[in-house]
Structure formats: structure tokens, C-alpha cells
């Protein structure tokens, strides 16, 4: 397990209990303590641009959503196991709210949305998996309302949250027996506020050695679907004609992958429902970031090979899938945040990606763990730039080239940041200037191995700290 607990998944053995099993994820961040992740993040210089969310150093997990005027919430676990939402006003200052008592000591963020209204609406979940809760934004208070516990020697698999067109909270999740047999059902309002739920599937089906992952679309003319991720298949279910049962479509199979963590789906704006999960291959040792589309049949794309994902945002130009890569350094872990679009095209962000969304404006926001907490980022377009590092052996030393060029090809002018990525922590090796030609070289000879290099170059206009982190560990 490493330090902040980000990799790794509870694998469900049949015995009511959840194992820990280095090597996958289970969900963004695991509850872990505050020391762990202030070793585990990358602090960088020069982050004019940068806010800070309020009292959000220690976080252990953490979740970003825009609301209808663009302003951003952030849904994070406080280090002393609280849940707090932060909000951000039109005078950038931040206001933090911390929810009501919760079923459990720790939570996790797996769902955040903002109504209509301006109210702020989570949906945080046991990290053992065995119970999951509701928290809905009231005037100057907060509502906690537990959705679903685990069944007697069984646990809940990863729960989706959506609002409908009136605002009103929809949760998917699914419930597993000891035996493996999975219940996969819809939680909503009915007329009095009162929470119903609905089973999707029957019977058990399906039966799962992993935990299943679910989350709830609301189709633009206000149906409701349920995509659901396990162990060899995601489905997308719909209601019958009839309204009294579901019916249900593959859109991906796999009989050597299985899905870890949660899963996000959204209703396409020209139709169909987008859907984005985690698939393990622990045999080719991938966690795939996987993006499909159910429109006229079914298509699946592979956005990267070693991640793991944060967020699913639909824009103008398309969806656009956030995750984070990572190397293992054996005592600690770099992360390197991605945004990737349905093309493929993927830009890379300096250390630990939390949240990302878009905002009505056409604006991106990313929400980035560093040591002293979350910061929050804004870029009134999406930034074009992209770095590249290579890393070649010369004796004793490291030899580090590489370029920062624009999507056209033309370079780009500043400055980049060497780090080295040691098992200690980050540490600045030198910033050096970038040629006409916009690449760059740098010769180390490091005092400390095992180690990775990154090289950073922040945005000029919006402080977004772009990167490229050296996949390799060197001097092992």
C-alpha cells in the first residue's frame, strides 16, 4: 500500500470484509493520515495563479464540481476524518461548510454536483464499503441521510450521483452478497422528499469477484439510466416501454480486465451516454482509463495505459476524461494528472489531480493536491502547450533533454522546472530557460537513488502547471 493509500482497491474475497491489494485502485484517495500525503505531493514555485482551498491542508480525498454560474465547490475529507464542502464567491473569497455527522468516523467523496439552485450535493461512502450517505446543502445547513448499508456479510460496491432536471438527488449503487451475487439499484425523491429506492437488476445478477461500480445518467428529456461496471462487462440499463422493468446493453467485455474504483457517465448533447471507468490488467500490469459511447452501438477507447480516473466532463468540443499516472518510488508515489479527450489528445498537469471540471463559460478547472492543501486552478481556455522529457544515462549522471512545444508545433518561450522525485519527497533540481526552439537539457548527477525527474512549465496565462514526468525509476 502505498503512502497515501491511492493504489489500492478493497478486493471482496467472500468473507464480508475488504482486503487491501497493493497495486490498484479502489477509489481516488483511501482515508490515510495527513503526514503521508505531505510527503506524497509536488510543491511548485511561481503558482501566482493558484488558490488555495481554505483549511484543506491534511485532505485525504477531495472531489471538484462547477456550478450553473461557474463557480467551483470542492467536496474533501479533512484529516481529522470530517467532511467539508468549499465554495468559492464571486470576490474569490472561499467559505467552508463541515457536513453533519456522517454513519462512519472517515468518509470518501465518490459523488459531487451542484443544483440549480446553487446547492452543493455530495455523496460520500465508507472506505470499507460498508455504507454510503446522502449530504444535501439547506439554506445555512446541511442534510445527512444514509442511502444504503452493506448486507449482512456482504459490502457496497461504488455508488453515482446525479440530479435530475428538477435538482433532485439520484444514486446508483450496488449491494454483494458473501456469495458474490450483486444488486444493482436506483435511489431517488419521491413527492414528499422521502428517499425510495428501486431495484435495477434481480436474482443476483450480476455476479461479480469485484466490486461493482455504478453511476446514474439523466437523459436530456429526463429519463433515467444506470451504467454499472463489473468484473467482466460495464452495462448500460434503461426502463422498459412499460416503465415496470430494465433492460440492459453491453458497451464493453473483457474476460482479463475488471473495473476498480468509481465509474462516471453523462448524457451526450447530441445523444447517447458517455461513460468513463478504470480497467485492471494485472497481467500486463495496466489500470486502463477506458471511455465509451453507447449511440448507435457501442465504442470503447483506451485514453491511457497506466491510470486511473478522477472525472468525466462533457464540453463544447466534446467529453473529456481526467485521471492521474503514477511511478512507484517504493516509499511514496509521483502522480501525474492527465485530461484526455475522446481523440486521445492529453495534456499532463504536475502531481496530484483531484478534480477537474468545465464551466459554462467554456472555462476548465482543476483542483491539485499539494503540500500545504488543495489548490485550485482556472483556465479560461484550455491550455495547448505540452512538455516532453527524456532521460539518457552518461556515466554517473543523468542526461535530461526534452521540449516544450504548442498543439500547432510551434515552441514555446519561458522557462521549465527540473525535479527530482525521490522516495523522500520532491526537491527543485534548477529552472532553465527554454531555447528558440523551445527544448531544453540538463545534466545531474544525484545524490539520492531511486529516483524520477519531472519537468514543469506553467502556463503564462491561467499558472497551470503543465508537465512531464520520466516513467522510469532510475538508479534502482
Keep these: 500500500m502505498h503512502e497515501n493509500g491511492r493504489y489500492v482497491k478493497l478486493e471482496y474475497r467472500g468473507t464480508g470484509t475488504a482486503s487491501i491489494v497493493p497495486g490498484v485502485t479502489r477509489l481516488g484517495v483511501a482515508a490515510v493520515v495527513a503526514s503521508a500525503l505531505l510527503a506524497g505531493s509536488l510543491a511548485l514555485a511561481g503558482r501566482a495563479r493558484a488558490e ?199 458497451v464493453y467485455g473483457t474476460a482479463l480486465g475488471s473495473p476498480a474504483g468509481v465509474l462516471k457517465a453523462a448524457a451526450g448533447a ?51 476524461v481526467a485521471g492521474d499516472d503514477y511511478v512507484d518510488l517504493g516509499t511514496r508515489t509521483a502522480y501525474a494528472g492527465l485530461v484526455a479527450d475522446a481523440a486521445g489528445t492529453t495534456i499532463e498537469l504536475a502531481g496530484d489531480l483531484m478534480g477537474y471540471d468545465a464551466d459554462p463559460a467554456g472555462g476548465r478547472q482543476y483542483l491539485l493536491a499539494e503540500p500545504d492543501g488543495l489548490d485550485w486552478f482556472r483556465a479560461a481556455v484550455p491550455p495547448t502547450a505540452h512538455v516532453a522529457l527524456a532521460v539518457g544515462i552518461e556515466g554517473a549522471s543523468f542526461a535530461l533533454t526534452g521540449t516544450v512545444y504548442e498543439q500547432s508545433g510551434a515552441a514555446a518561450a519561458g522557462s521549465v522546472q527540473i525535479w527530482r522525485e525521490t522516495g523522500t519527497g520532491p526537491e527543485l533540481l534548477t529552472t532553465v530557460p527554454l531555447a528558440a526552439d523551445g527544448t531544453f537539457s540538463v545534466t545531474d548527477l544525484p545524490p539520492v537513488r531511486p529516483l524520477v525527474y519531472r519537468a514543469v512549465y506553467v502556463d503564462p496565462a491561467s499558472g497551470v502547471p503543465l508537465a512531464s514526468l520520466f516513467r522510469t525509476v532510475l538508479g534502482s
Design 52 to 250: 488555495s482551498v481554505p483549511s484543506s491542508a491534511g485532505a485525504t480525498d477531495a472531489a471538484l464540481a462547477v456550478a450553473p454560474d461557474g463557480s467551483p465547490r470542492v467536496a474533501f475529507a479533512a484529516g481529522d476524518g470530517s467532511l467539508v464542502v468549499a465554495a468559492r464567491a464571486a470576490d474569490g473569497t472561499w467559505s467552508n461548510r463541515t457536513l453533519p455527522q456522517l454513519p462512519g468516523a472517515r468518509a470518501l467523496v465518490v459523488g459531487l454536483a451542484v443544483a440549480p439552485s446553487g446547492s452543493s450535493v455530495v455523496l460520500a461512502e465508507d472506505p470499507g464499503a460498508h455504507w454510503l450517505a446522502l449530504a444535501e446543502q439547506s439554506g445555512a445547513g446541511w442534510r445527512v441521510r444514509t442511502v444504503a448499508t452493506a448486507p449482512a456479510g456482504g459490502l457496497l460496491g461504488f455508488g453515482g450521483l446525479a440530479l435530475d432536471r428538477a435538482g433532485s438527488p439520484l444514486v446508483a449503487y450496488v449491494y454483494e452478497l458473501r456469495s458474490h451475487k450483486s444488486w444493482l439499484r436506483l435511489v431517488h425523491e419521491d413527492a414528499t422528499g422521502r428517499l425510495v429506492g428501486e431495484r435495477v437488476t434481480r436474482s443476483g445478477f450480476p455476479s461479480s469477484d469485484t466490486l461493482p461500480a455504478a453511476a446514474p445518467v439523466v437523459m436530456p428529456g429526463g429519463a433515467v439510466r444506470v451504467v454499472e461496471a463489473y468484473d467482466s462487462a460495464t452495462v448500460e440499463w434503461s426502463r422498459t416501454k412499460n416503465r415496470k422493468d430494465w433492460i440492459g446493453q453491453f
Design 270 to 320: 447530441t445523444g447517447g451516454v458517455w461513460s468513463a471507468w478504470t480497467e485492471l490488467f494485472p497481467s500486463f500490469d495496466e489500470s486502463q482509463l477506458v471511455l465509451a459511447k453507447h449511440l448507435n452501438g457501442e465504442t470503447s477507447t483506451v485514453l491511457a495505459n497506466h491510470a486511473f480516473l478522477v472525472s468525466l466532463a462533457l464540453t463544447s468540443a466534446g467529453p473529456e
